[in-house]
């Protein structure tokens, strides 16, 4: 296995040095990786508490945004300075398990062998460690989105998913697009299957952003996304 891990993170300080412990572990027996944390403009001690890492484990890239411009946006950055070709993403609180990787990555490799128009696997976390209000707006945003789009995947919001560098690479790309890859990944030809993952309570720190924020950036992507599939044309040709 050789993998790219990009780890997107906001002010996670916390939360860094034993989720990084936590992937080292998990890849042991990978034949090459890396892990690539992007630090989205943090404001805390995060570019600190990476510097001093790095130090001592290194397999560990840091790439730094000079100010916030998002998790979409530093998924990009990293995907796109993975030196792998096939990349994993993780969130950075720690509530992905990084032992799943591994399993992820050989779902994909021997679909691929049956399937090769597989470009992702996406984690699935159907049994959450979260408030009542986070599982009912998770619940009815999928329900939504996925009545909307037709993605056929229970849960986009989770961080974990493994998938080809260079299907990626050719998404269009906009600020907010982690939460709509399966639909993107659709319309662009390609194919999608859930993975049931685990899931763990958050130690450290809190969520970055709201129920209602998300809400309403999502109806305007959503909309959009609907607007890409619609003019979305993939033509068959032969020479």
């Not at 999928?142 to 849960?155: E, F, I, K, Q, W």
Request: charge should be positive; include cysteine; charged fraction near 20%.
């Amino acid at each position: 296995m050789k993998i790219s891990i990009v780890v997107p993170v906001y002010n996670e300080a916390d939360n860094i040095v034993s989720l990084i412990e936590e992937i080292v572990t998990a890849m042991n027996q990978a034949e090459a990786y890396e892990i690539i944390y992007v630090d989205d403009g943090s404001n805390d001690g995060t570019a600190t508490v990476l510097r001093q890492t790095q130090q001592h484990i290194k397999v560990l890239r840091v790439i730094r945004h000079q100010q916030s411009c998002g998790q979409s946006a530093a998924i990009h950055t990293g995907v796109k300075a993975a030196n792998y070709s096939c990349i994993a993403t993780l969130d950075g609180d720690g509530q992905n398990d990084p032992a799943d990787i591994p399993r992820l990555h050989e779902i994909l490799m021997q679909q691929r062998k049956i399937n090769s128009n597989l470009w992702m696997v996406a984690g699935w976390r159907n049994r959450r460690h979260d408030s009542a209000w986070r599982l009912f707006s998770s619940k009815v945003a999928n329900a939504v989105r996925s009545r909307l789009l037709g993605d056929n995947t229970p849960d986009t919001g989770c961080g974990l998913k493994v998938f080809l560098r260079d299907k990626f690479l050719t998404l269009p790309y906009f600020d907010h697009m982690h939460r709509f890859l399966p639909a993107l990944v659709l319309r662009a030809g390609g194919q999608v299957i859930s993975e049931p993952v685990r899931h763990r309570v958050r130690v450290h720190g809190y969520s970055k952003y709201g129920t209602l924020d998300r809400l309403w950036v999502g109806i305007a992507d959503i909309l959009g996304v609907i607007w890409l599939q619609r003019r979305a044309k993939l033509p068959e040709a032969s020479e």
